[in-house]
């Protein structure tokens, strides 16, 4: 059989049932529709999580300050690392293991149906903490350089530790007590997204440090622009304690790249293998329109055989069909799935990342689904016998 009479054949069994035809294309179609997509999102989404790895953990640099005498670290010295290029904020904190279990009170009343004491963290720290957290004031503001040179009673409340308190409106100045004296409280600090341990903590100016033992700066964290951290890690050593900066412990900002690809590497394989899932699905279908369809055709396989088709040529003509019906489904949901990306994209304002070489290949890989499909019903047909075919 010349191979133009073969593809005539194929195209001819093609098209003698166009609504069977259709709807196993359909299963060829769903499948690579569902893998180009769903490797198109997941290259998609593995750049969001890049990006969201470079906003958190690439602008971020922790200085630690042992202790020492005389001190590292003044409280002023901050001022100096936030004229480095490249710094956004930077605060100077104080924290000790004595300061952090401090009975802290809403009032003095005893009242036995509510918990009016708390024990919580108390740490000193400048007025630049909550920009550098990645935190925001949900009531109040958060204490400036003039409460710490006017040394004013004044404390700021993480979130968590607020309604511990039971402190939910701060316009009529309410009062904590520590100890036995009250302070003023002025602002409450959302649950930052770096340092969350400070949601649930009492934050005083570094005036009122020495009242709990927190008389020198025990870290410094620096926030920085994108791309500029691990300098300012180099630099801040010297900026914050010059001649001493070989003592300071910086905590190197870790390089996203590897937990990065990582990650975005588990998304990718995720999505790869729920497309292989929908790609198996459209060939199972494939495989058994194409079985059914040989059992119907029982009587043209057997007339094809008595006038000298060879077994070779009944199954190249069923594997071909498959092959084509293969290869119209990759080349329909190749366009669907890219089609359906750029609009996911749209919908949710993402950049669209997509292989070109993934869209090329698609309709290769409907058409070897097809082949492959389509070989146990072509191997079927071929070793039907003439005469039992006829009969």
């Not at 440090?209 to 300098?231: D, N």
């Not at 070489?357 to 890989?365: I, K, N, V, W």
């Not at 191997?379 to 009969?391: G, K, Q, S, T, Y």
């Amino acid at each position: 059989m010349h191979v133009r009479d073969l593809a005539g054949e194929a195209f001819a069994g093609m098209l003698a049932c166009p609504v069977r035809t259709a709807l196993t294309t359909l299963g060829t179609v769903l499948g690579i529709t569902t893998l180009v997509v769903t490797l198109g999102v997941a290259a998609t989404a593995g750049n969001q999580i890049v990006g969201r790895f470079d906003e958190l953990t690439a602008t971020s640099v922790t200085v630690d300050v042992p202790e020492h005498d005389p001190p590292l670290v003044a409280w002023d010295a901050v001022e100096q690392v936030t004229r480095l290029r490249g710094v956004t904020s930077a605060v100077a904190l104080a924290e000790s293991e004595a300061a952090a279990n401090v009975a802290v009170r809403a009032n003095r009343l005893v009242d036995p149906t509510r918990a009016a004491g708390r024990t919580l963290t108390v740490l000193a720290a400048t007025s630049g903490l909550p920009e550098t957290v990645r935190g925001r004031m949900v009531q109040g503001r958060f204490f400036d350089q003039g409460h710490v040179d006017r040394g004013e009673r004044v404390v700021v409340l993480g979130e968590q530790a607020a309604r511990m308190l039971g402190v939910t409106r701060i316009d009529r100045a309410p009062a904590v007590f520590i100890g036995e004296q009250p302070y003023t409280v002025i602002g409450v600090l959302g649950e930052p997204r770096r340092e969350r341990a400070l949601a649930a903590a009492v934050m005083v100016p570094s005036s009122l440090g020495p009242r709990f033992g927190l008389r020198h700066v025990t870290r410094v964290l620096v926030a920085t622009g994108l791309g500029a951290a691990e300098l300012i890690a180099r630099q801040a050593p010297a900026a914050l304690s010059p001649g001493n900066e070989h003592l300071l412990l910086v905590g190197s900002p870790a390089t996203p790249a590897r937990a990065r690809d990582a990650v975005a590497g588990d998304v990718e394989a995720l999505f790869l293998v729920l497309g292989l899932v929908s790609l198996v699905v459209g060939a199972v279908g494939i495989a058994n329109v194409t079985l059914v369809t040989v059992m119907e055709r029982t009587a043209e396989i057997g007339l094809r055989r008595a006038l000298g088709a060879a077994r070779r040529h009944i199954a190249a003509q069923f594997l071909l069909e498959s092959t084509l019906v293969g290869l119209t489904g990759g080349v329909i949901g190749a366009a669907l799935g890219v089609v359906a990306i750029v609009a996911v994209s749209a919908v949710q304002r993402w950049t669209p990342v997509l292989d070109v070489r993934l869209a090329l290949a698609a309709p290769g890989a409907g058409a070897a689904v097809g082949l492959l499909a389509g070989l146990y019903p072509a191997l079927r047909a071929a070793r039907m016998e003439p005469v039992d075919a006829l009969r």
